[in-house]
C-alpha cells in the first residue's frame, strides 16, 4: 500500500456522506481515528472524524453532521475492520456521540505491543519503527472545535490516519508469523465489551485513591458521596474534580461524627464555594449513615500489599519477566501490576486465585498457569512458616 498521502475530502453535508459511506460498504478494512474536547465536560465532544481506506482520506465534521448515518452503518457493518490507535477514549467518544462502537476492531498500539514492539507505544512510534515516517504532533492540543479549522489542523488530522493501514499490514503479518493474531483478536473482543459496559454510579468509591483505608462507616460516607457526585457530573456533564475532587471526599470520609457546618468549615477541606453550594449535602450524607444500622455498609476494600509480602510479589515478578523475556515481549503485556497483587493477596489469605483475566484466554496458558503453579508452591511456604 502506498504510503505518500491520500487526497482529504471534506465531509459536511448528507450529499458527501452518501457518496462516502457507498464506497465505505465496499472495503474490508478501513482507518480510524477521532478528535475530541474534554476540558471542561464530563463526556467528551467530538469535534471531528478522520478516515482513510489507503486511497482516500475523509474528514467528517460531526458539528455539521451530529448523527452521520452512512457513518453509524459503516462502524457497525461486520465485514469492514476499523483500525484505530489506542483506541480507548476514541471508543469511549464514538459510543457517546454515535451510540455506536467500531466492531469489528484493530488496535494498532495493542498489536504493536504483542509484537514486542514495546508497551503504550505510541502512533509517532509505530509508524516510524514500520513505516520509516517521522511524524509531527504540533496539533495534539489544538481546538478541535474551532470552525473553520486551520490548514495545520486539516493536514494533522489527515496524518493521523493516512498511515495507520501501512502499520495495520505490516503488524498483521508480524503477529501471523508469531502466532499471535488470535490473541489481539481476543482483545478486542475485551476492549469492546468493556466498552458496551455502563459502570454503575455507586460503584466509583472502589477507585478512589486510598478508599481501601476507610472502614465500613468511612465506605459508606465516601460511596454515598461518590454516587450522589456522579449523579450530578452526568446529568450536568461536568468534570468530577469540578464538583468536588477525589482527595477531598476521602478526606470528609474520614470524619468522625457529628459533623456541624461549623465543624465542616473548621476541617478546612472544602474550597468556599464547594462548602457553599455542596455544605448541606455533605451533612446530610453524614446524618443518613450515621442514622442507619449499619447492616448494608460496604465491605471493606482490599489492602495494600503488606511490607512482608513484598518477596511474594517480587517472586511472582520475575515469573512473568522470564516468560516475557522468552517472547520478547514487555513484562506488562502479560500481566500488570494490579493483576500480580491480586494474585499475591491470594496467597496472603490462603486461597490462591488467579484474576480473570490471567485466568482465562491466552494468557492462561502463556504465563497464567506458570504463574498459578508458582503461587501454589509460595502458599505452601507461607502455611508452612506461620504453622513453625
Same mark, same amino acid.
Given at each position: 500500500?502506498?504510503?505518500?498521502?491520500?487526497?482529504?475530502?471534506?465531509?459536511?453535508?448528507?450529499?458527501?456522506?452518501?457518496?462516502?459511506?457507498?464506497?465505505?460498504?465496499?472495503?474490508?478494512?478501513?482507518?480510524?481515528?477521532?478528535?475530541?474536547?474534554?476540558?471542561?465536560?464530563?463526556?467528551?465532544?467530538?469535534?471531528?472524524?478522520?478516515?482513510?481506506?489507503?486511497?482516500?482520506?475523509?474528514?467528517?465534521?460531526?458539528?455539521?453532521?451530529?448523527?452521520?448515518?452512512?457513518?453509524?452503518?459503516?462502524?457497525?457493518?461486520?465485514?469492514?475492520?476499523?483500525?484505530?490507535?489506542?483506541?480507548?477514549?476514541?471508543?469511549?467518544?464514538?459510543?457517546?456521540?454515535?451510540?455506536?462502537?467500531?466492531?469489528?476492531?484493530?488496535?494498532?498500539?495493542?498489536?504493536?505491543?504483542?509484537?514486542?514492539?514495546?508497551?503504550?507505544?505510541?502512533?509517532?512510534?509505530?509508524?516510524? /519503527?514500520? @513505516?520509516?515516517?517521522? +511524524?509531527?504532533?504540533? $496539533?495534539?492540543?489544538?481546538?478541535? *472545535? !474551532? =470552525?473553520?479549522?486551520?490548514? %495545520?489542523?486539516?493536514?494533522?488530522?489527515? /496524518?493521523? @490516519?493516512?498511515?495507520? +493501514?501501512?502499520?495495520? $499490514?505490516?503488524?498483521?503479518?508480524? *503477529? !501471523? =508469523?508469531?502466532?499471535?493474531? %488470535?490473541?489481539?483478536?481476543?482483545?478486542?473482543?475485551?476492549?469492546?465489551?468493556?466498552?458496551?459496559?455502563?459502570?454503575?454510579?455507586?460503584?466509583?468509591?472502589? =477507585?478512589?485513591?486510598?478508599?481501601?483505608?476507610?472502614?465500613?462507616?468511612?465506605?459508606?460516607?465516601?460511596?454515598?458521596?461518590?454516587?450522589?457526585?456522579?449523579?450530578?457530573?452526568?446529568?450536568?456533564?461536568?468534570?468530577?474534580?469540578?464538583?468536588?475532587?477525589?482527595?477531598?471526599?476521602?478526606?470528609?470520609?474520614?470524619?468522625?461524627?457529628?459533623?456541624?457546618?461549623?465543624?465542616?468549615?473548621?476541617?478546612?477541606?472544602?474550597?468556599?464555594?464547594?462548602?457553599?453550594?455542596?455544605?448541606?449535602?455533605?451533612?446530610?450524607?453524614?446524618?443518613?449513615?450515621?442514622?442507619?444500622?449499619?447492616?448494608?455498609?460496604?465491605?471493606?476494600?482490599?489492602?495494600?500489599?503488606?511490607?512482608?509480602?513484598?518477596?511474594?510479589?517480587?517472586?511472582?515478578?520475575?515469573?512473568?519477566?522470564?516468560?516475557?523475556?522468552?517472547?520478547?515481549?514487555?513484562?506488562?503485556?502479560?500481566?500488570?501490576?494490579?493483576?500480580?497483587?491480586?494474585?499475591?493477596?491470594?496467597?496472603?489469605?490462603?486461597?490462591?486465585?488467579?484474576?480473570?483475566?490471567?485466568?482465562?484466554?491466552?494468557?492462561?496458558?502463556?504465563?497464567?498457569?506458570?504463574?498459578?503453579?508458582?503461587?501454589?508452591?509460595?502458599?505452601?511456604?507461607?502455611?508452612?512458616?506461620?504453622?513453625?
Amino acid at each position: 500500500m502506498s504510503t505518500d498521502y491520500a487526497p482529504a475530502i471534506m465531509i459536511t453535508d448528507n450529499t458527501a456522506l452518501e457518496k462516502a459511506a457507498q464506497r465505505w460498504q465496499k472495503i474490508d478494512v478501513i482507518a480510524l481515528d477521532t478528535e475530541f474536547i474534554r476540558t471542561d465536560t464530563f463526556y467528551p465532544i467530538l469535534a471531528l472524524i478522520q478516515l482513510c481506506d489507503g486511497e482516500t482520506t475523509w474528514l467528517l465534521d460531526p458539528l455539521a453532521l451530529p448523527k452521520p448515518q452512512g457513518l453509524i452503518d459503516l462502524l457497525a457493518n461486520p465485514k469492514v475492520v476499523k483500525v484505530l490507535h489506542s483506541c480507548s477514549e476514541d471508543l469511549e467518544t464514538l459510543a457517546h456521540s454515535l451510540g455506536q462502537l467500531p466492531d469489528p476492531l484493530f488496535d494498532t498500539q495493542t498489536a504493536a505491543a504483542y509484537c514486542g514492539l514495546g508497551f503504550s507505544v505510541g502512533y509517532r512510534g509505530v509508524v516510524k /519503527e514500520l @513505516v520509516g515516517v517521522e +511524524l509531527d504532533k504540533h $496539533e495534539t492540543r489544538s481546538d478541535w *472545535l !474551532q =470552525r473553520p479549522l486551520s490548514t %495545520s489542523q486539516l493536514s494533522y488530522a489527515a /496524518e493521523d @490516519v493516512h498511515y495507520l +493501514l501501512p502499520v495495520y $499490514e505490516a503488524l498483521v503479518e508480524r *503477529l !501471523q =508469523r508469531q502466532q499471535r493474531l %488470535s490473541w489481539v483478536e481476543e482483545e478486542m473482543l475485551v476492549k469492546l465489551a468493556n466498552s458496551r459496559r455502563v459502570v454503575p454510579a455507586d460503584s466509583y468509591y472502589t =477507585r478512589v485513591k486510598g478508599a481501601w483505608k476507610l472502614d465500613r462507616r468511612g465506605l459508606a460516607i465516601l460511596k454515598a458521596m461518590t454516587t450522589w457526585r456522579e449523579d450530578v457530573a452526568r446529568q450536568d456533564n461536568r468534570p468530577r474534580g469540578r464538583i468536588i475532587a477525589d482527595k477531598d471526599l476521602l478526606t470528609l470520609a474520614f470524619l468522625k461524627p457529628p459533623l456541624s457546618m461549623g465543624q465542616l468549615k473548621g476541617a478546612n477541606i472544602l474550597h468556599p464555594r464547594e462548602l457553599r453550594l455542596y455544605g448541606e449535602k455533605v451533612l446530610s450524607v453524614f446524618a443518613d449513615i450515621d442514622g442507619s444500622d449499619g447492616k448494608d455498609f460496604p465491605q471493606l476494600l482490599p489492602k495494600a500489599i503488606p511490607r512482608e509480602h513484598g518477596a511474594l510479589l517480587k517472586s511472582c515478578r520475575k515469573v512473568v519477566a522470564a516468560v516475557a523475556e522468552k517472547l520478547a515481549l514487555a513484562p506488562e503485556v502479560l500481566a500488570r501490576k494490579v493483576d500480580l497483587e491480586f494474585l499475591v493477596r491470594s496467597i496472603a489469605y490462603g486461597e490462591v486465585k488467579l484474576p480473570e483475566i490471567l485466568a482465562n484466554g491466552w494468557r492462561y496458558e502463556v504465563v497464567g498457569e506458570a504463574l498459578l503453579n508458582h503461587a501454589s508452591e509460595l502458599q505452601a511456604g507461607v502455611t508452612t512458616a506461620k504453622e513453625q
